[in-house]
Every structure is written in C-alpha cells, then in structure tokens.
C-alpha cells in the first residue's frame, strides 16, 4: 500500500502545503487578535503544523513515495518541482528542527512583542526550504532560496531594540543581497549556455557539448557561491558569526541547522543533476569539475571554521564558528563525487545527509541550551558558564552530549554520522580528506570540551542566581539530546534510506 | 549426547558463584564466606570425578560456547570447553586441591580471628574459577585470558595482607615478574593468530595439527620476518614459553616465587600445587602436540627445566624458614617436570604434575600447621621437638616429605625417576644436550633428599629450641582433616603408573595413567606425541636394565641427601652448618644474587633508557603537540582577525574570493581559451 495508489500526485508536496497553511493560519490568529499574549496558541500552532508536515514526510519516505519502489520521482507543475526520497528526507531535517525551535521560543519570547509575525517568519521560511529541497528548476531554486531567506533577515533582527541583533540583521542582509546577485547571474549565466532552467534538461544540452565553456564555469562557479552563502562555506560565510551571534538564539539555531541544511539540499540536487560530473569534466575541450571546488571548499571551510572557534571567548560565536567547520565536513559529499564512483558517490552523499540529520539534533540542541542560558541572563562567555552543572544538572547533561557529539566522540549520534562519512570519503579515495576531516576534528574536541570544563568543573566566579526552569527550552533541549544520543543505535536506518535516495540522483 | 560432560561448565561457573557470594554477601554470613566456597568447590570436585570417569570411558567434549568477536572474513574469537583426559586430570587435582585448601583456611584463617575475610573467600573462589576455566580453555586465547586473572587473583591473594609492608611489595613483584614473562606470551597468541588463523587446541582448525601438516608441506601457513615454518615456529614455541617461564617461576623469572611466600600459607598451598605456578606447564602439555614438531624448543625447554631443578635446590639448602625452603623446592619440582616435557616424557612430566599437587599441597597444609602452633614463627631454627606433639601433622608431613624427596614406594619417586628415565634414554639416544640436563636434573635429587630431612628433622625431631615449640598452639580437624587425606595420596598417587615395575618384572597394564592419556583425541593423545618426538632411545644393559639402573641411581642420590641430613640434623640439638660452606653460603643466602642483578637491569638498563624515552616524549612528542596546539591558537586568532565587523569589508574579500577561485578553477579548466 503506497500513498500514490490513493492520493493524487499534486499531494506529493503535502509537506510545503501543511507548512504554508500553517504560516497563514498563524497570520490568521495574529490579525483576529494582534494584541494577544496568547504565547502558547502560536507556539502550539507553529509546533503542530511543523511536526504535522515531518510526519507526513515520514510516511511518505516509510512508503516509498517519489521512490523507485513506486515508480520513481514525481515531478509537478512542468518539471519545476520533484519530489524525491531526498527531498523528503531533508523536509524531516527542517521540521523536526522547527519544531524544536518552535517549542523553545514559546518561552524566549515570553515578553516580547510581534510574536504572531515572528512564528509566521518560522514556518514560511521552513516552507521556502522545503520547496528548495523540492526545487528541479533553477527558477525555482532561486525563488525557493529567497522564501527562506527573506524571513530569516527578519528573525535575525527581530529583537529591534537589541542593537547586536539589528545589525546582524542588517548585515546578514547585505551578503545576503550581494549573493542573490551573484547567484541570480549565474543562473543566466546557465540559461545562456544551455537555453533552459529545468534541471534534467540542463544535463541534457549540456550532454550534446557547448563551446562556451568559459561561460558555463562562471555560472557554475556563482550558482555554487549561491549556496556557499546558504550553508556559510567559505568565502560567502563573513554573514554567519555575526548573524548567529546577534539573532536570539532560537533564531541562530534555526538558521545554522535548518537553513544550512536546506543549501546542501538545492546544492547536492543541482550539482547533480543540472551538472553531472562525467559530462561538466569533459565539455568543449576544457572542464568544469566542480568537485574540485567543493573539495576545495571543503578543506579551507573546515580548517577556518574550526580554527576561529578554538580561540572566541564567546559561546555563541563559538558554536557559530564551529557550524561553519561543520559545513566543511558536509561539503565532503560533494567534494568525494567522482566520474566513475558508481555507487561510492551515492554512499557518499548519503553519508553526508546523514550527518546533516544528526547535526540537526545536536546543534539546534546546542543553541537551544544557549537560549536557555541567555534566558536566565548568565552572560554569553566561557567563563560564564562556569559551575552551571550544579545548578542545572540536566540541562548541563544535555549540553555535554551536544558538545561531545559535535566533536564526534561515542557513544552519541555525531560519533557514528561523522565516522560514515569520512569512511565513505575514503570508500570514494578521498582519503586527504577525510585526514583533514579527523585532523579537524580533534582540534574541535579542543573548544567543545572547554565549554565542559567550564560547565562541571570551573568553579562560579559569583554566586549563581537561575531564576526560573523555562519548560519548553527544557522541553527542546531534552528531546535534541535523546535525538542525538538515540541517532547512535538507530544509525543504520537513518543511513542506509539516506545513501538510498541519494543513490537515485545518479 | 547428553551427558555428564555436559555440566563441565557448572565445574568453572561453580566457583565463580562462590566468588560473587563471597564478594557480594559474605559479611553477613557466617565464617565470611566460607561454606558457599566449600559448597562451590565440593561441587566443582564431585563433577569433576564424573567427568573423570566419563572420559576414563571413553568420553571427550571439545565445543564452542560462545562466539564473543565475530571476524567478518577472519578469525573469529570463542570461548569454549575441551575436556579430554589431560584436563580432566587437572579438573580433578584441582577442585580436589582448592577444596582442601577451602577447609583448611577455616582453621587457618577463621579460627586464627583474621579480618577480612570475605574478601579472602571472594579471591579463592576467584583463583579457583579462573584456573578451571584455564584448564578447560579450547583455544589459546581464552587460555591467555584466564592465564591473567589467575595471575590478577595471586595478586590480590599474595597482598592480602595489604597493611604490612612486605606482602604489597610481594604481591606486586610476582604480578611484575609474572607479567613480564606473559608479555611474550600475549605476543605468542596474536603470532599463532596471524599464522594458523587459529588457535583451537583440538578438532579440524587446531593450531598443533596444521603446524605438523604445513611441516609436511600438505597445508600452507603464514610465517613472518622471512622464515622458514620450522624457524617460525620455534619462534612462536618460544614467544609463548615466555608466560610459562613466567607463571611456572623458571629461571629467570623464578625471583617472585619465594616472596609470594608473603600471603597466607593456604594460598601458597593453591599457588604451588594447583593454580598459579602449575598454569605454565600445563600449558606446555596442554600445546604438547605444537612444542613436539620444534627440536630446538624442547631442547631449551630441557635445559631450562635441568637447570632450575639443580638451582633452586641449592637455594632451599641453606634457607631458615619452612615455608621458603618449600617455595625453593616448588621452584625445582616444576623444573622437573618442564625437563620431562622437553626431554619427550608426556606422560612423565603430567605424572608428576599430578602427585607433585599432592605433595606440595601436603606439605604446604602442614607447613601451615606448625605455623599454627607456632603461632606464625616461621623460623625452623624456633622449633624442634614437634613430633610428639602434632603427630597427625608429623605422619602427614612425612608422608610428604618422602614423596617429594624421592624415596620408594611413595609418590614423588615413581614420577621423577619416570621424568629422569626419559630424559636418560633420550639422552643415550643421541641427544648429549638432555645428557647434561639429566646430570642437572640428578644432582638435583641430592639436594631435593638434602634439603627436606633438614627441613623435617629441624622441624619435628631433636629437642625445642623455644618456648612456643614446647607448648604449641593446638590445631582442630579442619586443619588435620586435609591433612589426612592429602597424607594418604602423597604416599599412594604414585601407585597409577608404575612404569619400573610394569619394564622389570614384565607386568603389563599397569601403567594406568599412560594409559589413560592414551584414549583421547587422536592428535592429542600420548601415543601421537610419542610418534612426533625428534628423539630417539638408547638404553644400558636392554630397557629394563636401564630402568633399573635409573632408579637405582635417583634413590641412591635421595637417600644419600636425606642421609647427610639424618648425620647432620637428627639430633638433639642442632647447630648450623652453613658456615662450613664459607663463601658459597652466602652466594647461596642472597640466592645467587638473581634479585640483585634483576634490581640492576631495572634500575642500571631499563630506567636510563626510559629517562631518554621520557625526555623525547616530554621534549619531541610533547613539544610537536604543544607547538601545533599554538600554532593553532595563533591561526585561529589570525582568522579572528579577518572578521573585522565592517560589512564592506566582508563583500570585498567575498568577491576577491570568488574571483580567486574563477582564475584558479578557470585556468586549469581551460576556460580562458
């Protein structure tokens, strides 16, 4: 029994639909009542429609939807969207760590204003990377990207009378604007090469020679700096610290999981299919082998964002710092693609998926335990941080499987996620890589474990004071834990339907 | 088939229940412990007949228990059970060893008021535990494994008294020295791993029988460092022997032994007699089938066996202690039977395994008797006169003595002339290597004859030297009752093989125990090492004559021993004659000067080359990893820097980026042309 035998095809994007009603529904509850303080009715809302399109995505990928057990891919609307076992995939990413966000901004937001407008931003930027994920036209790439961006510059610079949080909105805004041009340019770039956006039919002129190679390079050079910008790979990452250091924290956790997520996502569909490798690598006598720019990428992404974040003294900038090293590592699933890798490609873009899913977990975790932090107003550096295992041991707990997670150490999800990926990289030849990767690693073990020492063993410079034990952030924090303590036994699913559907893409 | 032998494992998991009672509920049951380790052992001891008598039947049982690492394409990692006669044998000495020492500790331990003694009973039961699973162990591995927890619980048994001084530093220095020896032994294991893909002790895969097939060339094996298999495996033989020169105290690792000494006298009855020390050559028998196939091997393995015999006499000659003087005579009887191993004698040197754990354990149990009543005095120079005064422990200890002296009918001389009588045949069969080892391992009965009358008549005979001696402490049936029985074996244990008897009068079939090791799996039975052994015969006078000159000559040189000791120590009031032997007297005191010149390795050799490790860890490692850390740091605060927080600044190193990697990839891509 396949949801295909009884639904019609448009149902296939369920998941974008249930998230725009969402967001409208929110706009709907903030129009009747725009004074309301009823926190809990929009959080509930946000969390429910969020957690409502995961599920669905679930049972579709449980069933087979968009997979070659029922047929294969189901593409809409003339090509422009597909629904796939990747795309469905990452839509799990983006609503579970939605909803997680969701849940732990019912009491970050307690007291402030506009909250009506800031789930709304939520879900609908939730919704533009669902459609990214979805996306099999450059058009709708790009009008995907912006869905999710738009609203993020908002969110970042929702606190308006937090000067740190205007300009990072501000900031933030600019790359941002300076990278759609770039990626808007290098659509047209594509489009005059090949005279078309869909993606298959890229592949497909592209399959009968052009003699503008120079042409296609430049387009595919500003397509992928596109998503450089989303993921905060080097050197379209400057926005990232400063956005993730001045947006409230659930917003940051947000961003540095879900949105990072959805740029892998457009990225590892586009380069795929619009550009695949043993086509781009020979064409009109010269070669377009992107994945030795992602390679690239890879290392100098990894080794910068791991590098600056060994020596902040600040939290936050910390963990925005070491997203951007994390961002290297999944980089690697592109980078280890080869001509003739046959099936290690999908186990590697598969791995690389996998990674992303438990890095959800840990880093929204991560950030969420910053929001509580911040919450109980204890100050944002290392030193602050000081003694809070004996005040709030549980949350401390969950703070350490993050952090060790992070750095890759067992017995938690991050160990596992990280370990299939360098093996896939080496499976694939790449073993450089995946030597930079570990090197990488452990100097990250480095900063993460400082935040550990400061938690359990630092002494307090001043006396404590947490004031109240905010529900939901413990809520979310507890559940990002169990996720990414739970990813270790439960991996082999998780890694063998992702290396599956990634398998489809070639 | 079901049948007794499938209960083997309850023999093993017995103990080791009593460990966890004992650990776990002993301060809340009565003597600490105590009557679950008896129970335990008793059980272990009743099965352990059955089993006995099964395999006498006929009976073998070689499975795998568990498969606790699985190799994909490789090995695979196993616990398992192999009874055959040799371990059934153990099985029985063992249980029935470990059960005396259980009930003699109640006299020993409980009724003496010592503190402590759950954790006493917990370490026994462990001690137990661990040996029968090393005895039943099928494949090397799991044989190595319990090697080391024997070799973990006689350290926690030696230091048991841990607030003194001296036991600690005992307990440390046996786990040391023994760990030193089981270092090769480890390597022994991973190289029979890497070259048979196996390290089963019998059936198909069994290490032993595809040695023997790849010497024939009908199976190839995988040897290292460019050798040929029969130089590999005398390398692998000898890795492996490093554990049992260890664990087996031979020299050079001997040292630990007489300072072991150190724990409770019921846990050097169990160390000398069925656990610890007794491992090492029942491993040798235990891969007999392996060391068999390597000349070279067996020959050190003579040599090292002759010449421990010989040394560690001479060091029990001058000793003032009883137990020391027994723990230099454990040291040389082990010597025996590692030269009957080597010299060819199988079923010899088990022999004497077995009526050697029953006579040491005898003695030590009595021993600790007249530590009793001596109210822990261990010195003989104190004693004297006992005789009258603990006849049970005296008759005991005699029969004991008599046995390990050598002297006809009692056990220790039937398997010791068998162990002298191979290794003379052999010997004259050409081999001038086991000639020599059988002067060592002769000269040796001298002093064994020598050593324990002195030890006795200072002991039990003449006139008390001191006031405890003339009124000892009584000792109750738990001390007598194991006495007894062990005092009744020492004297009639031997009675299983009489090989002399069997070769002079022409009586066949009495040699029950060759017999017995006989009927097993084909490639570990007796008769199949004999085929295998590299030596051949040669006799005096047609083989009984040789028989009975051999015998001849080893109680002539017992009985001259014990006789110098009658004429020198059997009399009222004994003097020291150590002086007499000037200079070598104290050679023979500082024990030939082993633990000094083992102290200078340590501290001459080893600590000036671990200083120059330490200063290029501290220096080199260290300073690369502190160099690189900085390194680090000093990056990362350079790419902090490159964050300025000025946003024209971040679009202007953005596009110089994206430029940087348009000429880059451009360029090699052939875009430009």
């Known amino acids: 029994m396949t949801p295909l035998q009884t639904l019609p095809e448009w149902a296939a994007t369920a998941p974008a639909i249930v998230l725009a009603l969402t967001g409208l529904a929110l706009l709907l509850i903030d129009t009747i009542d725009p004074d309301s303080t009823n926190n809990g009715l929009l959080a509930g809302t946000a969390t429910l429609g969020a957690l409502a399109a995961g599920g669905i995505a679930a049972w579709f990928l449980i069933g087979g939807t968009g997979m070659e057990s029922t047929g294969g891919a189901i593409s809409l609307y003339g090509d422009a969207l597909v629904v796939d076992g990747m795309s469905l995939f990452f839509t799990l990413i983006f609503t579970s760590v939605t909803a997680m966000v969701t849940v732990a901004s019912y009491d970050y937001l307690a007291d402030e204003e506009y909250q009506g407008e800031f789930y709304s931003l939520v879900i609908f930027a939730a919704t533009g990377m669902t459609l990214m994920g979805m996306s099999n036209s450059l058009a709708t790439v790009f009008v995907s990207l912006e869905l999710a961006s738009l609203p993020s510059y908002a969110l970042v610079a929702f606190l308006k009378k937090d000067r740190g949080s205007i300009e990072a909105g501000l900031k933030y805004f600019l790359i941002g604007a300076l990278s759609s041009a770039v990626f808007a340019f290098g659509i047209s770039l594509v489009f005059a090469v090949t005279g078309s956006l869909v993606l298959p039919e890229v592949a497909a002129t592209l399959a009968e020679g052009t003699e503008l190679v120079g042409v296609l390079g430049l387009g595919v050079l500003m397509i992928a700096g596109g998503f450089a910008f989303k993921t905060a790979s080097v050197p379209f990452h400057f926005w990232a610290p400063e956005a993730y250091e001045g947006a409230p924290a659930p917003v940051s956790a947000f961003l540095s999981s879900a949105s990072k997520a959805a740029g892998f996502a457009v990225a590892f569909r586009v380069f795929t299919v619009a550009f695949p490798l043993e086509t781009v690598t020979a064409i009109g006598g010269g070669s377009v082998d992107w994945s030795l720019l992602f390679a690239l990428l890879a290392v100098v992404t990894m080794t910068l964002g791991n590098f600056a974040a060994a020596t902040q003294e600040n939290v936050k900038r910390m963990l925005a710092y070491s997203s951007i090293g994390h961002a290297g590592y999944a980089l690697i699933g592109l980078a280890a693609i080869t001509v003739d890798g046959g099936a290690a490609n999908g186990d590697v873009l598969g791995a690389s998926m996998a990674h992303l899913l438990v890095y959800g977990f840990m880093n929204t975790g991560a950030f969420l335990f910053i929001a509580m932090v911040e919450k109980w107003g204890l100050g944002r550096t290392f030193e602050d941080y000081n003694g809070i295992a004996s005040k709030a041991p549980i949350a401390a707990t969950a703070m350490t499987v993050f952090m060790f997670s992070l750095a890759g150490l067992p017995p938690f999800g991050g160990f596992v996620s990280k370990y299939a990926l360098f093996y896939s990289a080496i499976e694939s030849g790449f073993w450089w890589l995946a030597a930079v990767g570990a090197v990488n690693s452990a100097l990250s073990l480095f900063y993460y474990s400082r935040v550990v020492k400061a938690m359990w063993i630092e002494e307090p410079s001043k006396p404590l004071e947490i004031g109240s034990q905010p529900v939901g952030l413990y809520v979310a924090v507890i559940f990002a834990a169990v996720g990414t303590v739970l990813l270790l036994p439960g991996f082999q699913p998780v890694i063998e339907t992702a290396q599956t559907v990634a398998a489809a893409l070639f | 088939m079901a049948g007794i032998l499938d209960f083997a494992p309850a023999i093993v998991l017995l103990p080791f229940l009593s460990f966890l009672i004992a650990l776990g509920a002993g301060r809340y049951m009565p003597k600490g412990g105590a009557l679950a380790g008896i129970g335990a052992t008793a059980g272990s001891f009743v099965l352990s007949i059955a089993t006995f008598f099964a395999v006498s039947g006929g009976q073998t049982y070689n499975q795998t228990i568990y498969t606790w690492a699985e190799g994909l394409d490789a090995i695979n990692l196993t616990f398992g059970l192999l009874i055959d006669p040799l371990s059934s044998m153990m099985l029985v000495i063992v249980t029935l060893v470990a059960l005396l020492v259980h009930v003699f500790s109640l006299g020993y331990m409980n009724d003496e008021g010592e503190t402590g003694l759950p954790r006493y009973y917990a370490g026994l039961g462990l001690f137990t535990a661990s040996m029968l699973g090393f005895v039943v162990a099928d494949n090397l591995l799991m044989a190595f494994m319990f090697f080391e927890l024997v070799g973990l619980c006689s350290y926690l048994l030696i230091g048991f008294h841990f607030r003194q001084d001296g036991p600690p530093s005992a307990a440390k220095k046996a786990f040391l020295v023994t760990r030193f020896g089981d270092y090769f032994f480890l390597i022994g294991v991973v190289a029979v791993f890497a070259t048979f893909g196996s390290a089963a002790f019998a059936g198909p895969d069994a290490f032993p029988v595809l040695a023997e097939e790849a010497l024939n060339g009908e199976h190839s094996v995988n040897t290292f460092l460019g050798m040929g298999e029969q130089a590999w495996f005398t390398v692998v033989g000898l890795l492996v022997l490093g554990g049992v020169v260890g664990k ?426």
């Open chain 2, 248 to 673: 087996s105290a031979q020299f050079p690792l001997h040292t630990w032994l007489p300072d072991a000494m150190e724990g409770p006298t019921p846990v050097s009855a169990l160390i000398h007699a069925a656990t610890m020390v007794a491992a090492g050559v029942y491993l040798v028998a235990r891969m007999y089938g392996f060391y068999v196939l390597t000349p070279t091997t067996l020959a050190i393995i003579a040599l090292i066996g002759g010449f421990t015999a010989l040394f560690a006499a001479t060091m029990g000659v001058v000793k003032k202690e009883i137990k020391q003087v027994l723990a230099y005579s454990t040291i040389s009887q082990y010597g025996y039977m590692m030269l009957g191993l080597g010299a060819g004698g199988y079923v010899a040197a088990t022999f004497h395994l077995m009526t050697h754990a029953f006579f040491k354990a005898l003695l030590f149990l009595g021993a600790g008797s007249v530590i009793i009543a001596m109210h822990h005095n261990e010195n003989m120079w104190d004693m004297g006169g006992l005789k009258d005064k603990m006849p049970v422990t005296y008759y005991a200890f005699l029969s004991g003595s008599l046995a390990l002296a050598g002297i006809v009918p009692f056990a220790g001389f039937w398997s010791k002339d068998e162990v002298l009588y191979e290794t003379l045949i052999h010997g004259l069969g050409g081999s001038p290597i086991l000639l020599a080892a059988y002067a060592m391992g002769l000269l040796a009965v001298f002093f064994t004859g020598f050593y324990t009358f002195r030890m006795v008549f200072l002991t039990f005979h003449g006139e008390p030297r001191s006031g405890t001696a003339r009124d000892p402490h009584g000792v109750r049936w738990n001390v007598k009752g194991p006495l007894a029985v062990l005092g009744v074996l020492a004297a009639t244990t031997g009675l299983v093989n009489m090989v002399p008897v069997e070769k002079l009068f022409g009586i066949e079939g009495i040699d029950f125990l060759h017999q017995f090791l006989d009927g097993s799996f084909s490639s570990l039975n007796a008769h199949h090492y004999a085929e295998l052994i590299p030596y051949s015969s040669g006799y005096i006078g047609g083989e009984a004559g040789t028989v009975a000159i051999g015998a001849a000559v080893s109680l002539g040189f017992a009985l001259g021993g014990a006789a110098l000791a009658h004429v020198l120590y059997n009399v009222p009031e004994p003097v020291e004659h150590t002086d007499k032997l000037g200079s070598i007297k104290t050679v023979l005191y500082n024990n030939y000067y082993q633990d000094e010149y083992q102290v200078w390795i340590a501290t001459g050799v080893v600590q000036p080359i671990s200083r120059v490790l330490d200063k290029f860890d501290q220096g080199i490692v260290d300073g690369v990893v502190n160099g690189i850390s900085s390194v680090s740091l000093f990056a990362g605060g350079r790419v902090k820097r490159i964050q300025t927080g000025v946003v024209s600044n971040y679009a202007a190193l953005l596009t110089l980026g994206l430029t940087a990697l348009l000429l880059g990839l451009g360029l090699l891509g052939g875009w430009f042309a």
